[in-house]
């Protein structure tokens, strides 16, 4: 009876630690699948990011290249007035939330212009401010948008970083811990039912001389 209760609580032990072991192991497997898929969308996501910005870089070039000529071609006080009095309608940002990969990021678009008056007179002001304020007006929406997908690029990275420490403790601490305590709990019981049979051959040893 002794040695049967030594025995019993060994061996549920070890059939906990073995059932977790197993889920440790599906957790991992799960996290590492969600590990890699988010690489490969990150990297897919940083290169179309990457076009977008050399796209906006080279619009954003064009537009101040115009502006330095409406600069030049202006009195300073009549070219300040106009950029004040520029854009007489409203531009709103419209944020949508998607799930990706359970990241959820946001989607930037820019709301249509209620109108489309430019808001100054055209008699002191010249085409390369025309041109420079239309140029800026095209750029609005994939700007308003580079924004959107570097900011989901940011919290993309954080998911993967998070998702890496997890997979790595998982790995390298408890899974192994789980396996050296197995195999500790294992060797223990071999001990016990080594040392149980030798001594149940003594026994039977002993009642057969007498």
């Not at 050399?54 to 300040?80: G, H, T």
């Not at 854009?87 to 249509?112: A, I, W």
């Not at 007006?137 to 924004?147: H, I, S, Y």
């Amino acid at each position: 009876m002794a040695n049967k209760l030594n025995v019993n609580p060994n061996r549920m032990m070890l059939n906990v630690i073995k059932r977790r072991l197993v889920a440790a192991k599906r957790g991992h497997k799960l996290l590492k699948d969600k590990q890699d898929a988010l690489i490969k969308e990150f990297l897919q996501k940083a290169r179309d990011a990457t076009e977008l910005r050399e796209k906006v870089e080279a619009a954003l070039i064009d537009c101040y290249r115009s502006f330095l000529m409406a600069r030049a071609q202006m009195v300073p006080a009549i070219l300040e007035q106009s950029l004040m009095m520029a854009g007489g309608g409203e531009t709103g940002v419209e944020v949508k939330m998607r799930n990706l990969m359970s990241v959820v990021v946001p989607e930037f678009s820019v709301e249509e212009s209620r109108s489309k008056s430019k808001g100054y007179g055209f008699a002191m002001t010249s085409g390369s401010l025309d041109l420079a304020l239309e140029q800026f007006t095209a750029l609005l929406p994939d700007l308003v948008r580079l924004a959107g997908e570097e900011k989901a690029l940011r919290l993309m990275a954080s998911e993967i970083e998070r998702t890496r420490r997890r997979v790595n403790a998982l790995e390298y601490v408890l899974i192994p811990a789980f396996e050296e305590t197995i195999r500790d709990i294992t060797m223990r019981l071999d001990e016990m039912e080594r040392s149980n049979l030798s001594r149940l051959m003594r026994i039977k040893e002993i009642v057969r001389s007498h």
